[in-house]
């Protein structure tokens, strides 16, 4: 098995990352609101056992994107501190300085937003059918 090599990569680079995470989960976070909710109005409407049974499935679904959501953006928050220090520290040149890439949370990322796109499209289809 390889080695993962460490890379580097520029603060405005690793930041621009942050943000754009950080902006992201906070897109799908508010989304995910809006779906509960229309989970809610189908309560309502519907009491069948595979309405019920499909509903709770999305719920915990969601349940869990909320975690991960919660979980990565405090990674996020807590890496781009990670980096605030480091400029605090040594404030010389940082816009130069090469910091520690941060893969680990890219493909965290890359996976969270994986499995949400492949979650919403069966939601819709379930929307489809029961609003």
Same mark, same amino acid.
């Given at each position: 098995?390889?080695?993962?090599?460490?890379?580097?990569?520029?603060?405005?680079? #690793?930041?621009?990352?942050? $943000?754009?995470?950080?902006?992201?989960?906070?897109? =799908?976070?508010?989304?995910?609101?809006? =779906?509960?909710?229309?989970? $809610?109005?189908?309560?309502?409407?519907?009491?069948?056992? $595979?309405?019920?049974?499909?509903?709770?499935?999305?719920?915990?679904?969601?349940?869990?994107?909320? $975690?991960? +959501?919660? +979980?990565?953006?405090h990674d996020i928050n807590e890496h781009e501190q990670i980096l605030v220090n480091s400029v605090k520290e040594n *404030?010389?040149?940082s816009d130069h300085r090469l910091f520690d890439d941060h893969s680990g949370l890219r493909d965290r990322m890359e996976?969270? #937003?994986? +499995? =949400?796109?492949?979650?919403? *499209?069966?939601?819709?289809?379930?929307?489809?059918?029961?609003?």
């Amino acid at each position: 098995m390889e080695a993962t090599k460490l890379t580097k990569e520029h603060l405005d680079t #690793l930041h621009f990352e942050h $943000e754009r995470w950080v902006k992201q989960l906070a897109f =799908y976070k508010d989304e995910l609101k809006t =779906y509960t909710n229309r989970l $809610e109005d189908i309560a309502q409407r519907y009491t069948g056992r $595979e309405v019920m049974q499909k509903l709770e499935h999305f719920q915990n679904q969601f349940i869990r994107q909320n $975690e991960v +959501i919660d +979980i990565l953006t405090h990674d996020i928050n807590e890496h781009e501190q990670i980096l605030v220090n480091s400029v605090k520290e040594n *404030p010389t040149a940082s816009d130069h300085r090469l910091f520690d890439d941060h893969s680990g949370l890219r493909d965290r990322m890359e996976t969270f #937003l994986k +499995i =949400y796109n492949e979650l919403k *499209p069966g939601f819709m289809r379930y929307l489809t059918k029961y609003m």
